[in-house]
């Protein structure tokens, strides 16, 4: 109980927050490594899931390849980065986008890849070109788990980047690694509490971002009005779309 004392006893001190190194400053600080991290994953990460979900061949290997960075430890990488020249939030950016890249990658290549093939085939029915097809039809039926990737990357990094302070950086694991030099467990408990509270909050504003961008006829297609329509064995929209008028709709018709 003497740490959680001392861990509110820090709380209380507005020193703690304001000024150099107080927590406005490094929370600041973390976002923006955060921001610039999945930004840099995302440049690389989401073009390569798009063309790959597209076209329907390689994805698998893509996927794996990906996923074989999450074999390398985030504090190794710093290291390395440190060693070639590179240290404090620069270091950190670059690890973090390594790590941010398969949850990216992955989850749209899995997004397009799972549109239904009748509807891809009912597009290109409707002369649809290639390109037409991917960004009113594919891409719209990819969004929920395109932006569940981007949920996972962030909160992933949001986690991560207080490794920053150990190369350097600032973060908020300059509280908890100042904590740890100053013997203060009370300091490093309070740091962790307040990087799970960031995580926790983005995860939430994310939650509902992706709720926003959902087309509507996929956000209804998972209420259980919809399940209890076709129980009784009534017609029930395809969310996918097709001109006005006829028993389908295309995303955003």
């Known amino acids: 109980m003497d740490i959680v004392n001392d861990a509110l006893t820090w709380f209380n001190d507005p020193l703690n927050w ?13 976002l923006r490594v955060t921001l610039y991290a999945v930004l840099l994953a995302a440049v690389v990460a989401l073009p390569a899931g798009v063309w790959l979900g597209h076209a329907r061949r390689g994805g698998t290997l893509g996927v794996v390849v990906a996923n074989t960075t999450r074999a390398l430890p985030t504090l190794a990488l710093l290291t390395l980065f440190a060693s070639a020249g590179l240290f ?3 270091a950190t950016v670059l690890a ?20 239904d093939r009748d509807v891809v085939d009912a597009a290109r029915g409707l002369g649809m070109s290639s390109g037409r097809r991917l960004r009113e039809v594919e891409l719209p ?32 694991g300059t509280i908890v690694v100042t904590g740890f030099a100053l013997q203060n467990y009370g300091q490093v408990l309070a740091g962790g509490i307040l990087v799970a509270g960031l995580c926790l909050i983005a995860e939430g504003v994310l939650a509902v971002a ?6 509507r006829g996929l956000r209804e297609s998972s209420t259980p009005s919809r399940g209890w329509r076709r129980q009784r064995g009534e017609p029930s929209a395809v969310a996918v779309g097709a001109p006005s008028g006829s028993n389908s709709s295309m995303p955003g018709a």
Do not use: M, W, Y
């Open 18 to 30: 304001t000024g150099k190194n107080g927590v406005v400053e490094l929370t600041e600080a973390h």
């Open 88 to 90: 404090g939030n620069t």
């Open 96 to 115: 973090c986008a390594i790590f941010a890249v398969p949850p990216l990658l992955t989850n749209t290549v899995t997004g397009l890849g799972d549109v």
């Open 141 to 172: 039926l990819a969004v929920p788990l395109v932006a569940a990737g981007v949920r996972t990357a962030v909160v992933q990094v949001l986690a991560t980047v207080p490794l920053a302070a150990l190369v350097g950086g600032q973060s908020l």
């Open 210 to 215: 992706q709720h926003l961008l959902t087309p």
